[in-house]
């Protein structure tokens, strides 16, 4: 079966310092991950993903994400945080084999960029 | 990039009525639409999973029968909250999944639906 661990509730920030947001994954296969961004009453609107090809992805908004086999994790940063970036992410794992075509979310990291 | 549209965007209904929350994918086919629910601060929850044409797959614990998930074609999904309540109350998120070119798995998802029950 397929999860995602995000360890931490809430991640506070000082606007201009380097943001990063964990995530952890299991899969029988190999992964597909996304990682997801929620405003508040908002739908999810996607950042990045990791498929296959080069481990550092760059995303929106200046977001970039770093797959690691050996660690089964795929942190989210963004080297210099807004206060705009206040919200509600989400990592999300699918796993490769045939035919599987459903996400399994974590619980979601509440990111707080302090002025 | 693929649009995924929820209507109505919220809606307020008195308890005992039945809501209907329509999905639809605007500029592409969806193999399969996927219904989430969320509370507050929380994460998405999928409550089923439905395929054109077909009955659509509900996770353990979802009551087939209080919602109801219709997907007449491969672009619109529609959930119905029968004979709601309060406890019903929630953000509702619908995602649609399609095989593009190339043979990529996309996911694409809806702006929620926020549905209050009085």
């Known amino acids: 079966a397929q999860s995602v661990a995000q360890p931490e509730d809430q991640v506070n920030v000082a606007e201009g310092n380097p943001l990063t947001v964990k995530c952890t994954y299991s899969?029988?296969?190999?992964?597909?991950l996304f990682w997801y961004v929620q405003y508040p009453n908002r739908g999810l609107q996607f950042l990045l993903k990791y498929i296959t090809g080069d481990n550092l992805v760059k995303g929106s908004y200046g977001f970039e994400a770093e797959f690691n086999k050996s660690q089964t994790s795929f942190h989210l940063k963004k080297p210099s945080a807004l206060v705009s970036d206040s919200a509600l992410y989400f990592c999300a794992v699918r796993d490769s084999f045939y035919g599987n075509n459903r996400l399994a979310f974590g619980k979601g990291n509440q990111v707080v960029v302090i002025p | 990039g693929a649009v995924v549209s929820q209507h109505p965007s919220r809606v307020i209904c008195k308890s005992g009525t039945s809501v209907k929350i329509e999905c639809r994918s605007l500029d592409f086919q969806a193999t399969t639409m996927f219904w989430y629910r969320q509370f507050p601060k929380q994460s998405l929850m999928l409550m089923a999973t439905s395929n054109e044409g077909s009955k659509a797959t509900y996770e353990q614990g979802v009551e087939k029968d209080k919602f109801l998930i219709n997907h007449a074609s491969l672009t619109l999904s529609t959930l119905t909250v029968t004979s709601a309540h309060p406890e019903d109350s929630s953000f509702y998120i619908c995602?649609?999944?399609?095989?593009?070119?190339?043979?990529?798995?996309?996911?694409?998802f809806g702006p929620g639906t926020r549905l209050t029950v009085t």
């Open positions: 995602s649609a999944f399609t095989i593009e070119r190339g043979g990529s798995y996309e996911q694409y």
């Open positions: 899969v029988s296969g190999n992964p597909y």
